[in-house]
């Protein structure tokens, strides 16, 4: 367990050990997440991907992915699809 001092403009030190956990550094971004009756502090990126996860949770299983060549495949389609357009433009 850590603890930080709150300053007089809101703002806190978060201690080495705990940086180092959420794996920030100097200018990154920390999430604060409201979980019920406690706030959970997350490196920013790694929340992104989390949400931007579960945004998407299902959607393989619904376009018939189900292997990296698959996603191989439909990236060529839409290329080729890009390709058409830009064609007749």
Request: glycine share 8%; with cysteine; proline share 1%.
């Amino acid at each position: 367990m850590e603890l930080a001092k709150v300053t007089s403009k809101g703002q806190i030190t978060i201690p080495i050990s705990i940086r180092k956990q959420l794996g920030v550094k100097d200018g990154d971004k920390v999430l604060f997440v409201n979980d019920g009756n406690k706030i959970v502090i997350m490196n920013a990126s790694v929340g992104a991907l989390l949400s931007a996860q579960k945004e998407f949770t299902g959607t393989a299983e619904e376009l018939g992915i189900e292997n990296e060549q698959d996603i191989v495949n439909m990236v060529k389609e839409v290329r080729a699809e890009r390709s058409d357009i830009y064609k007749c433009e």
